[in-house]
């Protein structure tokens, strides 16, 4: 077979244009979600993330908008982001294929985590963007009875962070707790982790009346 590279000839400038195309859909999103005073933190706090390609974590408890807040963010900044949202089934497998799939390399079941991590990892560092993680408490064992280190957080800024690639976790107060656990049973030592992460923001408990107003 032979192959020839596609052309839109009777279109100039697609590549601005679709520029355009992005800026428009950002700016859109940003007036469709009505912020509220923790959505407010949230995108100051991933802003300033993917300024800065600092690690930052976001906690606070369930059901006062954080994931609502994420991804309208990351709607608002379409081209520089990606969004990962974990499952409490969380393991190693699970979380590479994911990875792959946001990273858009292959990731089917027949693929295995020596093919899916290295490649994920090569597009996140080249491409640069924020890679979010939603409830990123299952970064960390769940079980109380652990004795291993968490190997999945310790990759996400040891073989990402480390490497350039902005990160954002968003988690629920589980995380902290989950953190100073595992480093109890463990010896885990987590100020490797804690003194990557440049904001660590505990988001209020509840959501305001001028807020739900």
């Not at 859909?25 to 959505?39: D, F, N, Q, Y």
């Not at 979380?95 to 990273?103: P, Y």
């Not at 299952?138 to 957080?153: G, I």
């Not at 030592?189 to 904001?199: G, M, T, V």
Request: glycine share 6%; proline share 3%.
């Amino acid at each position: 077979e032979s192959f020839r590279l596609a052309e839109a000839v009777w279109f100039n400038d697609l590549v601005p244009c679709l520029v355009e195309l992005l800026r428009e859909a950002g700016e859109k999103a940003k007036t469709a979600h009505a912020l509220t005073s923790v959505g407010r933190t949230i995108w100051k706090q991933l802003d300033f993330c993917l300024r800065t390609g600092e690690l930052v974590v976001i906690q606070g408890r369930e059901g006062i908008g954080k994931s609502e807040a994420v991804r309208a963010w990351c709607a608002a900044h379409e081209g520089e982001c990606r969004y990962l949202q974990l499952t409490s089934t969380t393991n190693q497998t699970e979380f590479f294929r994911e990875l792959a799939s946001v990273a858009g390399v292959a990731c089917s079941y027949t693929r295995k985590v020596q093919e899916m991590k290295p490649r994920s990892r090569d597009v996140l560092i080249r491409s640069r963007h924020l890679l979010i993680i939603d409830e990123g408490h299952y970064l960390l064992p769940q079980t109380q009875r652990v004795e291993t280190k968490p190997v999945l957080l310790d990759w996400v800024y040891s073989g990402l962070y480390n490497a350039g690639v902005p990160v954002a976790i968003i988690a629920t107060p589980q995380f902290s707790r989950l953190a100073a656990h595992v480093e109890k049973r463990s010896g885990w030592n987590a100020d490797q982790f804690l003194r990557r992460a440049k904001r660590f923001t505990d988001l209020p408990e509840r959501v305001t009346k001028e807020d739900l107003l």
